[in-house]
């Protein structure tokens, strides 16, 4: 696991999450390349299926990013994401996943050093956890997707 380099979906709300990365880009702040932008309109908009298929398909961690609470476009979508994440977590685990596999961070567009401190955390802890097998969601009896 040396050579390791972790494949990770990061699930971005659109008016907030998204430009923090994109100001950490703007800033040229370093943070690792392992992350896949998905932009949503909002945090709420991420269905638990999203993240179970993403870790099925290959994916070795999972970030959703959205709005400050408080702060969401759309009043309350982040609350909704808020109340679903301990939900998807207990059903992860019920799976046999392990929970650090996914995480949940409020990032507003003003926090690209913010953004860039969470991808540098979350990319080192899944390393440290090592890949997530493909496939191994279906083989635990899940359907994804």
Known sequence: MNNFEPKIIGFLCNWCSYAGADLAGVSRLQYPANLRVVR????????????????DVGADGVLIAGCHPGDCHYS???YNTMRRYPLMLQVLEQMGVDKRRVRLEWVSAAEGPQFAKIVNEFTEQIRRLGPFKKGELAERGAKVG
Do not use: E, Q
Request: net charge neutral; hydrophobic share 40%; glycine share 10%.
């Open 40 to 55: 949503v309109m909002c945090s709420g908009r991420v269905d638990p299926t999203f993240v179970f298929k993403a870790l």
């Open 76 to 78: 309350d979508g982040n």
